[in-house]
Structure formats: structure tokens, C-alpha cells
Antibody, heavy 122, light 108 residues
Framework: EVQLVESGGVVVQPGGSLRLSCAAS????????MHWVRQAPGKGLEWVSL????????YYADSVKGRFTISRDNSRNSLFLQMNSLRTEDTALYYC???????????????WGQGTLVTVSS | EIVMTQSPATLSVSPGERATLSCRAS??????LAWYQQKPGQAPRLLIY???TRATGIPARFSGSGSGTEFTLTISSLQSEDFAVYYC??????????FGGGTKVEIK
């Protein structure tokens, strides 16, 4: 059974930093690209970032480019999101999501975690 | 950036009735479109990919159609568990991957 479990969400002040983690199990982690998708309270879904299965490529939404860094540790079946220079508009539930296709950027998401809440507030 | 527009924002439907949800792209996404269902307090669930292919385990009452800029998700006979928010997502032109604003299907 595929499981994605996010952690690391807390309340942080504007300008602060945070590192989110996603622990993956139930599939061959290093065969799949992984994504972060966020959802502000009461709002819709916003794609944040993706990383290829081998970690060689990463992509970002303009809203986070230069502030967030996605990474992965395939030996630990883990995905990360380093978030710097946080803004109030980054407040959201952050989901990690698995890309659907093996060793291909299919770019839709067949499994999602339950999310971790990041609140940016003074 | 491709903008995805969903309509209506809210759809009131009686159980057993058909629901038709629309998604429009600001430019062609060919058939590179997915649909997700999200229930309150839950993560989204993939329903449809490639505009018309049901994901694993999705009941046959869910169907997707369309190509280019106009897409439809149809739920043929609404069950109680289908009342939720539905999102479309394009993956043809990226980054960024973009979602529509969602359609809430509520009980009439």
C-alpha cells in the first residue's frame, strides 16, 4: 500500500525558514518523480514544485522560485521542501504527491499524503 | 501560464441524478488533463487522467471527455459519497502545472 506521510509544518514568522519532509513507502521511491502541492485555507490547489526520480531535475512555481528548494534522499525514501523567506501568503496545507508514471514525467498525481500545515504569521 | 476555469463554482444535484462539470483551458492542452475529487478534510484523489481514462479503482459512473480547451467530467448517477469538490489540472504546458478553481457538488 502506497503511503506518503508529511511532517514539519509549524507556525513560523514572516521571513523565517522551515523544512518539510515526506516519508514514502509501498512503492519503489527512486522510480518516481515527486511533487509538492499546497492548498491555502478554504482555497484551491496550487502546484509548488517537482523533482525527478533521480533528483537530477527540479522545477518550481514562480511564486516560490528562489525561496523554496525541493530535494530527495532515495536511500531514505524521503522527499523534502526547504522553505526560506516565508511570506504570509505561503500559509497552506502542503501535500506531497507521487507522479503517476515510472521514470517518466507524467505530471499527474496518483497518490497524495494527508498534508502538513504551514502557518506564516507574526 | 495556462489558466484553467471551472464551471459552475457550485452544482446542486439530487442523489441519483447526473452531474456535469466543465473545465476550460486558456489554450490547448490536447488531452493532458486530469480530474481530482476532494472531500472535506481529505487529500485529493485522482479520478481521471488523459482527459478520459479512469484511474485505478474509480467507479464507472465517473467519465471524462473533451480535448483541446474544453473538458467535461460527468457523474452519471450521484451517490452520497460523490458530494465533494472536483478539480481539473492540466499537464501539457509546464511549469507551472495548473489547477482549476474547483466545482463543489452539493446535495440539492
Amino acid at each position: 500500500e502506497v503511503q506518503l506521510v508529511e511532517s514539519g509544518g509549524v507556525v513560523v514568522q514572516p521571513g523565517g525558514s522551515l523544512r518539510l519532509s515526506c516519508a514514502a513507502s509501498g512503492f519503489t521511491f527512486d522510480d518516481y518523480a515527486m511533487h509538492w502541492v499546497r492548498q491555502a485555507p478554504g482555497k484551491g490547489l496550487e502546484w509548488v514544485s517537482l523533482i525527478t526520480w533521480d533528483g537530477a531535475g527540479s522545477y518550481y512555481a514562480d511564486s516560490v522560485k528562489g525561496r523554496f528548494t525541493i530535494s530527495r534522499d532515495n536511500s531514505r525514501n524521503s522527499l523534502f521542501l526547504q522553505m526560506n523567506s516565508l511570506r504570509t501568503e505561503d500559509t497552506a496545507l502542503y501535500y506531497c504527491a507521487k507522479d503517476r508514471s515510472k521514470r517518466w514525467l507524467q505530471l499527474d498525481f496518483d497518490y497524495w499524503g494527508q498534508g502538513t500545515l504551514v502557518t506564516v504569521s507574526s | 501560464e495556462i489558466v484553467m476555469t471551472q464551471s459552475p463554482a457550485t452544482l446542486s444535484v439530487s442523489p441519483g441524478e447526473r452531474a456535469t462539470l466543465s473545465c476550460r483551458a486558456s489554450q490547448s492542452v490536447i488531452s493532458n488533463l486530469a480530474w481530482y475529487q476532494q472531500k472535506p478534510g481529505q487529500a485529493p484523489r485522482l479520478l481521471i487522467y488523459g482527459a478520459s481514462t479512469r484511474a485505478t479503482g474509480i467507479p464507472a459512473r465517473f467519465s471524462g471527455s473533451g480535448s483541446g480547451t474544453e473538458f467535461t467530467l460527468t457523474i452519471s448517477s450521484l451517490q452520497s459519497e460523490d458530494f465533494a469538490v472536483y478539480y481539473c489540472q492540466q499537464y501539457n504546458n509546464w511549469p507551472p502545472l495548473t489547477f482549476g478553481g474547483g466545482t463543489k457538488v452539493e446535495i440539492k
